[in-house]
């Protein structure tokens, strides 16, 4: 059966330090991964898009990796803030397919 | 106008009752999906339309009822559900496939 998984229920981390967390898929063959962003009682934020010939791609503190080989997405937040607390999907799709499917999510929780 | 749009944001409605989701959005995007979402969950697919015409139903009960009028609305007909319908129903569209998704707020729906 397909799966996406990611890494652990919940991450708490200290300010300042790197948030890394991890997308795992079986049974896809995804021409792209995609991470969002979701607060409590709102619709989930479109952060970055990696394609499945790009190894890496950053956007300003972000940075994501795809190894398509590992079936692996990691998703980095450097020099994390308490902003940052928020949970964190990765979606992807199936080649060829207009629709996204979603990871279980990350809560990831920055202590100052 | 960069926003997707959802109303109502709540709804309370009873087992017999027949109420619509509206979503709208002026990007000019020509995909649109229905996702719903569960407490603690990922969003899960349930409807997408393409160019304004249903592309995929992720077998959803025919209870729920999509309907794209033009290419910036999209509805939700829901009669006869349950309490285990109870959930925030997102909203989404995207310029293309491989682009990223813009989600609306969600209409939190409660069913008494």
């Known amino acids: 059966s397909q799966k996406i998984e990611q890494n652990s229920e919940a991450l708490n981390i200290q300010e300042g330090k790197t948030a890394t967390l991890t997308c795992n898929y079986t049974?896809?063959?995804?021409?792209?991964l995609q991470w969002y962003r979701q607060d409590p009682g709102r619709g989930p934020v479109f952060l970055l898009l990696i394609r499945e010939n790009e190894k890496e791609k950053r956007k300003e503190r972000l940075k994501v990796t795809f190894d398509t080989t590992l079936k692996q997405s990691l998703f980095h937040i450097t020099a994390s803030q308490p902003a940052d607390s928020a949970t964190y999907l990765c979606a992807l799709d199936q080649t060829g397919a207009n629709n996204l499917f979603f990871g279980t999510g990350t809560r990831l929780t920055v202590i100052p | 106008d960069t926003e997707v749009t959802q109303t109502p944001k709540h709804l309370v409605m009873g087992m017999t009752n027949k109420k619509s989701l509206k979503c709208e959005q002026h990007m000019g995007h020509r995909a649109m999906y229905w996702y719903k979402q569960k407490a603690k969950k990922p969003p899960e697919l349930m409807f997408v339309y393409s160019y304004e015409k249903l592309s995929i139903n992720e077998s959803v009960p025919s209870r729920f009822s999509p309907e794209c009028p033009n290419s910036s609305l999209l509805n939700l007909h829901l009669h006869a559900l349950q309490p285990e319908d109870s959930a925030l129903y997102l909203c989404a569209s995207s310029q293309e496939w491989g682009d990223g998704y813009t989600f609306g707020s969600g209409t939190r729906l409660t069913v008494v």
């Open positions: 049974n896809y063959s995804p021409a792209y």
